[in-house]
């Protein structure tokens, strides 16, 4: 039976020899040049979107407010002026 060291020390040298592979390095560029073309757009994190989508909620609460209010005294001066 194999013991735990055995299976240690060969997924220790795995992971050597995919650190010195070219495919790491292969990775490596890719990825680089991936993130060279998302710079280029024009994108914007999850976070930073969530944060813009309450803002808009807000704001939007605070229109229909403002609009009710408008109402109101829209019709409180129509009632007033018959």
């Known amino acids: 039976m194999l013991n735990a060291k055995f299976f240690e020390e060969l997924s220790a040298k795995l992971n050597d020899a995919m650190k010195n592979s070219p495919a790491k390095d292969i990775e490596k560029n890719v990825r680089a ?43 409180q001066r129509k009632a007033t002026a018959e």
């Not at 757009?41 to 813009?52: A, G, I, K, P, S």
């Not at 229109?63 to 019709?75: D, G, H």
Request: aromatic residues 4%.
């Open 33 to 75: 040049l991936l993130m060279q073309g998302f710079s280029k757009l024009d994108l914007v994190t999850r976070e930073e979107f969530d944060v813009q989508a309450q803002v808009l909620a807000r704001t939007r609460q605070q229109l229909t407010a403002l609009e009710a209010r408008i109402a109101a005294v829209e019709a």
